[in-house]
């Protein structure tokens, strides 16, 4: 199979390599059935079915598939472009240990605050609901909360750090944010998985330093030394890190469709000067988007909130114009190799897409305030994420397992493991669309009269994410006999 | 109501780009060539008119915020605090965690239809929310209950009848059950 911006003779990463990314690979796809599930269980709470269990469950297990879903997908993006940027610059294998460690711990450390202190922060854990917990979850809660949190900021920004040394081994920084194609040279080639990775890791670093702040002041109020924060202040800072974060989780998922796609196209997409140019306003923006998440906070000053909005809109005119239209330009009438990967990868640049659309809406002040924490926002970033940076992962985990081509794909199942993913997928997500333009609230354990017809929403919603977790299995059943022969050919 | 409205638009927009994934995905059953030309041209039709769409939206929508002085001298103001897990409304300050919690027991807060109410809002714990949820059960308006600030949200309440406010930032184990109302008569 030819790669576009072909480096090396070999597409077949070294054997340690792919060890590595398949153990990363696995843990993540065996934890996403059993966050999904949990999302079914809150959507069967909201139905208003198990009825008797108290609330504070809810907010756990919210607390768990936020983070939990997050993280994972996090984790799998960034295992996706290490594996990848192998062709062009080698990532220390022993940092990528590192970070697996600190993730495994971090889940341990997050299983028993929420599964076994109850502790119901959500995954933004915002100010300063964790030292507020009406004697629901111990002290302990907290501290191990904390502690995850930070366990998982070592792991990961040493990982960010490494993919940044890789690439600096070989492409000097003006080179890798490919500015020299600012001024019309395209000498050194930069492929755009080298592009999007610097500009994300970059945008990482600066959420990671924000999230390192936020810890740190709440660790001082925590150990009840009379320090009290200000709660405008670590939202800013939590909404910075966390919006960062998911967005660099995006971004890797698309760089993961830059470098795969082509192959499957039998085109080249290579980076040029819009591009390039882009990528850099990526980065200038992507520090700025996070302030929609404050619309509604109208002590913060306004002309922030107005700045929100204009970078809201503004970062999606790069990301839409080049690579969702530069996508579709590169499959347009092209040999196009349909199969697992392919469909994946471009129904996750669809989904981007839409779930773009939903949040510049909700990204506009003046809807916002009708939006803001209503079923909308949950439903705009499962597209992006659940129908997006999911799909665009979990195509990269297919292409593992053909890599080595030792067992046919069944087109058939093929077909039927993504139309469920599919229908089930956006099925789920018009229930929140249609409970968000009621005006159902986020986060509820169950409504109240005023907003009773959510739960027939979510009831709705169950069969469709019945319809989701069926094709998720199917997926996992036929991508895991895949991978593991190909693992097996590997070792 | 709005919430209708930018819902039905926001579901014509994900057909239209779903309809393009599908047929550019189904132009690849003949095989042909694309020329970089006219792809380079309709990606720059593509840039200037999503750019002109975006500023033109941004000049329509950024005047109307709900900071926007539309509401220069409110009729009314009302002081509204939260704290796990109830809201206090009251034409006086509220201050002390008493003051609060004699305000959740008050009677409803009542203001004649076509009142312009500025909301003071704030919390005495963790963060909070204020909606406010029109007789019909829309929400119409929103702030933050911040610990430490105070939000100033000013909404004319038109329609009669009892208003409900609901907690719309989750603040722990009964935050969907913070509540409080008002009437308009």
Known sequence: MEISNNPRPNDVQPTALRRMTFIWMFTMLTLFPVLLVLGFFMRALQANFMSKLQPEWFYAVLTLHGLGMVGIWYVGSMAGVSYLLGRYVRPSLAISKVAFGATLLGVVLLLACTLIGRMGVGWYFLYPLPLHSKGVWPPWATGAFLGSLAVFGVGWTLWSLDLLRAIAQRYSFSAAMAWHYLKGRSEPEVPPLVLIVTVSMVSALAGFVAAVVVLVLYVAEWLGTGFTNDALLMKNLTFFFGHVLVNITMYLGVAMVYELLPAYAQRPWKTNKVMALAWNTVLFLVMFAYLHHLYMDFAQPHWLQYLGQIASYMISVPAAVVSIFGALVLVYGSRMRWNMVSLLLCFGVMGWAIGGVAAVIDSTVAVNVRFHNTLWVPAHFHTYYLMGVVLMILGFASYLGEERGQLAERMGLTKLTVSLIVVGGYGFLLMFYYGGAHSVPRRYASYPQEVAQGAAYARLALVFISALLLGVLLYLWDTGRRCWRSFSVSS | ?185
């Open chain 2, 1 to 185: 109501m709005p919430q209708e409205q930018v819902f039905y638009f926001f579901i014509v927009l994900a057909v239209v780009i779903a309809t393009v994934f599908v047929a550019v995905g189904w132009s690849t059953r003949q095989a042909r060539e694309v020329h970089s030309g006219p792809a380079y041209k309709l990606r720059k039709f593509f840039f200037v008119g999503l750019s002109v769409i975006f500023l033109g939206l941004l000049a329509v929508t950024l005047p109307r915020t709900p900071y926007s002085a539309e509401i220069s001298s409110p009729d009314r103001i009302v002081h509204v605090v939260g704290k796990q897990f109830a809201f206090a409304l009251s034409e006086s300050p509220i201050s002390t965690e008493k003051e609060w919690e004699e305000g959740t027991y008050a009677a409803p807060v009542e203001v004649p239809a076509g009142t312009s109410v500025e909301f003071r809002v704030t919390s005495l714990d963790v963060n909070h929310s204020f909606g406010l949820y029109s007789p019909g059960h829309h929400l119409i308006a929103q702030t933050q209950a911040m610990p430490g600030y105070v939000n100033r949200l000013r909404v004319r309440l038109e329609e009669p009848g009892r208003y409900t406010v609901l907690c719309l930032e989750m603040c722990g184990m009964d935050h969907h059950k913070m509540r409080a109302v008002m009437d308009v008569k």
